[in-house]
């Protein structure tokens, strides 16, 4: 029975202090809250659009086949496989305000929150590899000498997507690439 006095004073104490100094603590809170937003809503991202800007094609490289028949008789024929690799991209333009109100850590999920926006939207995976593999063959008449050239192309996509941290709007620039293609072109 003893033992329990300090806690029955413990709880009077607490509770005078509290009738006194509580409704000022709960004020105080209360004014907080209303002039800075919670930690958890100020990092809070919202995706509220995409800009297109621009959508082309890119060389991403040539390779040329000289046919050199000038001397023969008969159709050079030559075959050739060509294989090439390209990587698919996100390629985001950090602006100054909007790295001062982002920690490293909330970058990595915009990253994340980017990407699967482009997963959805393009049906595509951002860091993945996409490889072609094309045998084509190319002829050229007797007398005669051509250069062929093989085009890889890979889609490029810029534009801006809208975002809201908190209570700011920002506009966040992106490039992505994806797809991989080839042309085949003759140079006389």
């Not at 005078?16 to 800075?36: H, I, N, T």
């Not at 001397?71 to 050079?76: E, P």
């Not at 109100?101 to 996409?130: F, H, P, R, Y």
């Amino acid at each position: 029975m003893l033992q329990l006095i300090p806690y029955g004073l413990a709880v009077l104490v607490g509770g005078m202090l509290g009738k006194k100094v509580g409704p000022r603590l709960v004020g105080q809170m209360m004014e907080e809250d209303a002039s800075s937003p919670d930690p958890q809503e100020r990092n809070m991202i919202r995706l509220l659009g995409e800009s297109l800007l621009q959508e082309q094609s890119v060389v991403l490289a040539t390779e040329d086949v000289p046919l050199d028949n000038r001397f023969g008789n008969k159709v050079l024929i030559s075959e050739h496989e060509f294989i090439r690799t390209a990587t698919v991209g996100l390629t985001l333009g950090q602006n100054d305000a909007m790295a001062g109100q982002l920690k490293t850590s909330m970058w990595s999920v915009l990253d994340g929150m980017l990407q699967q926006e482009c997963k959805k939207n393009l049906n595509i995976e951002i860091g993945s590899e996409i490889t072609r593999k094309v045998k084509i063959s190319f002829s050229t008449e007797p007398g005669r000498m051509v250069r062929y050239r093989v085009i890889w192309k890979q889609d490029l996509r810029k534009g801006v997507f809208d975002l809201q941290i908190g209570s700011n709007r920002h506009a966040l620039p992106y490039v992505i690439t994806f797809g991989l293609s080839h042309a085949v072109e003759s140079i006389e």
